[in-house]
């Protein structure tokens, strides 16, 4: 039914980032954030500054293909500036324990009918860890198998950007696994945009509309 009233339509905005600190949960190979003092008003400077020194695979971010896939550009050339706006969210809930590695066959028992959307969510619950244990989270994350990866590109046909409530989608447990996945979804064409460590603890299936909005640094593959 299309409401054809002039009745403005309620909405509720969330946020599906995490905020970042310097005990963000990292992987094991990928340095904590670190913020330091530049200038603070105590101390009788002008202002407070502050430097944030991080990694751009670290926290809420979206990875571009030359992430993994060589000769491709950076992050702003797949990306507006405005950033990317995907309307047709599809949320596919699929638990799943620790090192868990996430199979075609997972997927197409836990897909919807609905897959000619733009944003596939998967949302695997493993984020309950994030705070209570975060060395599980990021240590023992499940993540796709290559057969996932090639499952979305052949029954997503729309799909511009997958998303998962995970360190990454790349399974610690079989990192090959991982980057097999990331490669296919990177390396589609066009390239489909992958979407790590949100925040989907908030009834992810009541999503319309979801605003990617990125820091912008030239000549980086992800941020």
């Given at each position: 039914?299309?409401?054809h ?15 970042l ?27 407070n ?7 751009n ?10 992430h993994m896939v060589k ?5 702003t050339?797949?990306m507006?500036p ?10 596919c809930?699929l638990?799943?324990?620790a090192?868990?590695l996430?199979?075609g066959d997972?997927?197409?028992a ?12 998967i949302?695997t619950g493993?984020a ?23 499952f ?9 950007c997958v998303g998962?409530?995970t360190i990454s989608?790349?399974?610690?447990a079989?990192?090959p696994e991982?980057?097999?996945a990331?490669?296919?979804l990177?390396g589609?064409s ?8 949100i925040?989907l603890?908030d009834?992810?299936t ?8 990125p820091?912008?640094?030239?000549g980086?593959d992800?941020?």
């Amino acid at each position: 039914m299309i409401d054809h009233s002039n009745k403005p339509q309620s909405c509720t905005h969330i946020a599906l980032s995490y905020p970042l600190a310097e005990h963000t949960p990292h992987p094991e190979d990928i340095r904590p954030i670190r913020i330091t003092a530049d200038y603070r008003l105590d101390s009788g400077d002008l202002s407070n500054v502050s430097c944030v020194h991080m990694p751009n695979h670290i926290g809420t971010h979206i990875d571009g293909p030359a992430h993994m896939v060589k000769n491709r550009g950076p992050l702003t050339d797949y990306m507006p500036p405005t950033g990317l706006i995907l309307s047709d969210v599809v949320v596919c809930s699929l638990a799943s324990g620790a090192d868990h590695l996430i199979t075609g066959d997972d997927l197409a028992a836990a897909s919807p009918k609905h897959t000619d959307g733009d944003l596939l969510l998967i949302h695997t619950g493993f984020a309950r860890y994030r705070q209570s244990d975060p060395e599980k989270y990021a240590q023992h994350n499940p993540g796709l198998a290559a057969s996932a990866a090639k499952f979305i590109v052949e029954n997503y046909p729309n799909v511009k950007c997958v998303g998962i409530d995970t360190i990454s989608i790349a399974a610690t447990a079989d990192v090959p696994e991982g980057i097999a996945a990331h490669q296919i979804l990177l390396g589609h064409s066009p390239p489909i945009l992958l979407l790590e460590d949100i925040n989907l603890n908030d009834n992810p299936t009541r999503l319309q509309r979801v605003w990617i909005t990125p820091l912008f640094i030239e000549g980086l593959d992800s941020c």
